[in-house]
């Protein structure tokens, strides 16, 4: 997939692996996602399903760029091996909450081993401070950009608090969740599914996940 180009997913290998599951929508490359506009293959032309796309796109990779940053001024992460206190061994993953007209509204970056909580994803802390400072759980029409695919528990955490978009950078063939290993977003057998955008940036992305585990 074009580092940058935002394509709404299908990932790498067209339909996830168990698309033959009623369950699952069925979108083919090119095909907006019934109820969904905008959510189509990779390489298809953007401008057919969202005549904004253009517009979307460089919206996209400025906040992937904001997310990004936020990945890089945690606690140093000078790698998995390195010797140090807690929080030095955090993966740098970086999430930003936008509000529905796109205002900040909280970060989050990878704080398991800097807390001891399990639970200390990127995506999940931007939630709970997102939803600390509006006073209610609920994120309707907001954008969670995350500079790496959610997993299973930030994906469930996505579709609870009802954000309306999730735009992430690099895939994660091994644990991702918007399309990789799963497709938790897509489900419909949730009552709530947000647009995904997957891609955006992903060669900053990935080199700076490299970069971590080298």
């Not at 090119?30 to 298809?44: D, E, H, K, S, W």
């Not at 995350?146 to 299973?152: A, I, R, W």
Request: with cysteine.
């Amino acid at each position: 997939m074009p580092a940058g180009g935002g394509e709404p997913i299908l990932p790498h290998g067209g339909e996830p692996a168990d698309a033959t599951d009623p369950a699952l929508e069925t979108v083919r490359p090119g095909q907006p996602t019934p109820g969904r506009a905008g959510r189509v293959g990779p390489g298809a032309d953007e401008g057919l399903a969202d005549p904004d796309g253009a517009g979307r796109r460089q919206r996209h990779e400025v906040w992937m760029r904001r997310a990004l940053e936020v990945a890089v001024t945690g606690p140093d992460s000078p790698g998995p091996d390195a010797a140090g206190d807690g929080g030095a061994d955090d993966i740098p993953v970086g999430a930003v909450l936008y509000g529905p007209d796109g205002t900040e509204l909280a970060i989050g970056r990878n704080e398991r081993e800097l807390t001891g909580d399990p639970t200390g994803h990127a995506e999940v802390l931007a939630l709970r401070r997102a939803a600390q400072r509006l006073g209610r759980w609920r994120l309707d029409g907001c954008t969670l950009v995350v500079t790496l695919e959610p997993c299973t528990m930030c994906a469930g955490a996505l579709v609870l608090a009802r954000v309306g978009t999730v735009v992430f950078g690099a895939w994660e063939p091994k644990t991702g969740a918007a399309g990789s290993l799963w497709d938790v977003l897509r489900d419909r057998r949730l009552n709530h599914r947000p647009e995904v955008y997957g891609g955006v940036l992903e060669a900053e992305s990935a080199a700076l996940l490299r970069a971590f585990f080298r």
